[in-house]
């Protein structure tokens, strides 16, 4: 696919977002949160308990049940300086399971908030489980890479009973507010299950059990895949596209929910940018098998343009066949892969033909693939949804996008 970045315009990407149009926290009812729906060009207002009557009933819904996990910590040397630890993504080991299921020490990578007060040494903290001190330990083992080696001095409690007690939920950071107790419920959507973002798959927020309830007794099928989401999601775009460095995000898929994209080919429905760029990513993932059949478990990796490098065409069933195939000869029941894709207009949809979508920040990626999905349209979507109150970014609105 031949696309030339030099004619996507980044200023067409920018709108004026007023502070007072960002929501700060969720509506109590979060399926009476506003639902506006883009039709093959044709807009309309709703409420999002009324979704399941709005998408086809042989639909095949595409949920992302990541969850949040508390990856802000906050340390103090003796001397009172804050330094602030976010936990990304898992080094050693590297696998977010085994990570999470540590005892006594593991290695992550980390943004670190005031380092330069954090030359050498070690942090501490205790904690408290129950009547029991636990003392927690952060020691800086890389400041090129910022790997950060957590230690603690109980081998019954795990990484993640841990991280759970002594961290935060890290909010988005243009909330311009401190996380509160309920985050921990706002900012998990109710179908969370595996642990590993650091940012909410947010389109997921609206969902209610009723809102799931009604869908199923539609015979609306739905499926959950993992992709955790990474800090990089709120980066903006600076300078050209083409030099833009994509975050990498780890995705997870079983055999069966491989199977169920196989046979709901035209029919998909994804919850949230996150799901999309998985789906995505799982076509190209089966394009790359197909170029290489002994393809390495270490090389199920979709790097930033690597969807834009091929001019063969293959055919979505026959790509995800591919993967399934190669599911076959690993006998993997689960693939685990990483994905930087980037979606720039002109890309070519695989897999979603919807999407259920919040409104996102101006000059960021996400937008750049909602304008992928909807072309120019989305100017007048957005325009439609300030004209008419709807709240914007991770706390606010969404909206559901047929192109």
Not at 95 to 117: P, S
Not at 241 to 266: C, S
């Amino acid at each position: 696919m031949n696309i030339s970045l030099a004619d996507i315009d980044l200023k067409k990407l920018q709108y004026s977002l007023p502070d007072k149009k960002i929501a700060k926290y969720p509506l109590l009812a979060r399926d009476e949160s506003k639902l506006l729906v883009y039709n093959k060009g044709e807009i309309s207002d709703h409420k999002f308990h009324e979704l399941p009557e709005l998408i086809p009933s042989n639909s095949l819904l595409v949920f992302n049940n990541t969850r949040v996990m508390h990856a802000r910590l906050v340390f103090r040397k003796p001397t009172g300086a804050k330094i602030e630890i976010f936990c990304l993504e898992p080094q050693h080991p590297g696998n977010y399971e085994e990570a999470f299921l540590t005892r006594q020490k593991c290695v992550w990578k980390c943004l670190i908030g005031n380092q330069k007060k954090w030359k050498d040494g070690s942090l501490k903290k205790v904690i408290g489980f129950g009547a029991e001190k636990i003392s927690l330990k952060a020691i800086l083992v890389d400041k090129q890479e910022n790997l950060v080696q957590f230690e603690w001095d109980n081998p019954n409690l795990t990484f993640s009973d841990i991280i759970d007690t002594a961290g935060d939920i890290p909010i988005p950071p243009y909330l311009n507010r401190e996380s509160e107790t309920g985050d921990e419920l706002w900012y998990q959507t109710v179908y969370s299950k595996t642990i590993g973002s650091v940012a909410a798959p947010t389109a997921g927020l609206h969902f209610t059990d009723a809102v799931l309830t009604k869908l199923q007794d539609k015979g609306i099928q739905a499926i959950e895949l993992t992709l955790h989401v990474g800090a990089g999601t709120f980066k903006p775009i600076q300078g050209d596209l083409e030099n833009h460095e994509m975050h990498t995000e780890h995705f997870m898929i079983n055999r069966k929910q491989v199977n169920e994209i196989a046979k709901a080919a035209g029919r998909i429905v994804a919850v949230g940018t996150t799901s999309v760029r998985t789906l995505e990513s799982i076509y190209w993932l089966g394009v790359k098998i197909m170029e290489s059949k002994d393809i390495d478990v270490r090389e199920l990796f979709i790097d930033q343009w690597e969807a834009y490098s091929s001019d063969i065409e293959i055919p979505p069933p026959v790509a995800i066949q591919a993967v399934l195939d190669y599911m076959d000869r690993k006998k993997n029941e689960r693939i685990e892969g990483y994905t930087k894709i980037i979606i720039v207009p002109g890309y070519k949809f695989r897999i979603v033909q919807a999407m259920v979508t919040n409104y996102h920040l101006p000059k960021s990626t996400l937008l750049l693939l909602i304008s992928a999905f909807i072309g120019e349209n989305w100017e007048m979507v957005y325009k439609h949804a300030l004209e008419n109150n709807y709240r914007f970014l991770s706390y606010g609105d969404s909206s559901l996008l047929i192109p």
